[in-house]
């Protein structure tokens, strides 16, 4: 099954810098999200972005989407220290399994303040 | 408040105790979905549900069993659990359609000895 791997797999930046997470799938996909995970807590939804679009624009966040290089990334701009979790990505496929969405390992992110 | 719950929270339990870890969700969505994480390996999905009595097989199904009898609750049942089970498990639920965004429970940690 298709999955999506983030790179890098942790970074950490100073609090007012920008963070950008990278993504990479394999097969063709319906939509691409991302999801934030505060250590040890359950997923919550960041924002979704489907196949025909290229940019996606949500209060800090900025995502872009490359179908042709199969590829996202997730931009946070002005880190805050409450930035500080893991980021997924998450693919869905076409058709009948675009519902189904698979996970990549994530991103973690330390915001210091 | 729309939520998915998920009992117990923590669990030690020893190998071959048969256990259940209820989930439930109050937003009438169609769609509701196990996954567990583990440290390396993302998050990877056990089972999932399209609908009442419609289930079907994830990536890693072997050792749960699951059941779904009413909309708002989908159960994982481990019959015979096992070290290589110890995982942090959640439960998602989200709605049908193609362009599905996953509402995730706060986690149940289990550990097997």
Known sequence: ?113 | EAQVTQNPRYLITVTGKKLTVTCSQNMNHEYMSWYRQDPGLGLRQIYYSMNVEVTDKGDVPEGYKVSRKEKRNFPLILESPSPNQTSLYFCASGTSGAYNEQFFGPGTRLTVL
């Open chain 1, 1 to 113: 099954s298709q999955q999506g791997e983030e790179d890098p797999q942790a970074l950490s930046i100073q609090e007012g810098e920008n963070a950008t997470m990278n993504c990479s799938y394999k097969t063709s996909i319906n939509n691409l999200q991302w999801y934030r995970q505060n250590s040890g807590r359950g997923l919550v939804h960041l924002i979704l972005i489907r196949s025909n679009e290229r940019e996606k624009h949500s209060g800090r966040l900025r995502v872009t989407l490359d179908t042709s290089k199969k590829s996202s990334s997730l931009l946070i701009t002005a880190s805050r220290a409450a930035d500080t979790a893991s980021y997924f990505c998450a693919t869905g496929g076409p058709g009948a399994g675009s519902y189904q969405l698979t996970f990549g390992k994530g991103t973690k992110l330390s915001v210091i303040p």
